[in-house]
Nanobody, 124 residues
Framework: QVQLVESGGGLVQTGGSLRLSCAAS????????MAWFRQAPGKEREFVTS????????YYADSVKGRFTISRDNAKNTLDLQMNSLKPEDTAVYYC?????????????????WGQGTQVTVSS
């Protein structure tokens, strides 16, 4: 059974930092493409960042480029998201996602496995 469990969310002031983690109970974790998405109240779930199997290729949404960093540890089956210089518009529930072969790694419909999400709130 595939299980993705996010942690690390919370309340932070503008300009602060948070580090999210996703623990994956995936057999052969290194054969899964991983990503983070987020969903703000009343909005569609949107792509934040993705990372390929080895960690050598990453994509970022323009809105987080230069502030967020995705990483993975294939030995520990974990995915991390370091978020710096946080803004109120980063407030959302953040979801970890996984798929063996996402056709378009930035598209939520291409991911079959999802975590339950962790809330990030940035106060102004």
């Amino acid at each position: 059974q595939v299980q993705l469990v996010e942690s690390g969310g919370g309340l932070v002031q503008t300009g602060g930092s948070l580090r999210l983690s996703c623990a994956a109970s995936l057999r052969s974790f290194s054969t899964y493409y991983m990503a983070w998405f987020r969903q703000a109240p009343g909005k569609e779930r949107e792509f934040v960042t993705s990372i390929n199997y080895s960690g050598g290729l990453t994509y970022y949404a323009d809105s987080v480029k230069g502030r967020f960093t995705i990483s993975r540890d294939n030995a520990k089956n974990t995915l991390d998201l370091q978020m710096n210089s946080l803004k109120p518009e980063d407030t959302a529930v953040y979801y970890c996602a996984a798929d063996r072969f996402p056709i378009t790694p930035t598209t939520k419909k291409d991911y079959n496995y999802w975590g339950q999400g962790t809330q990030v709130t940035v106060s102004s």
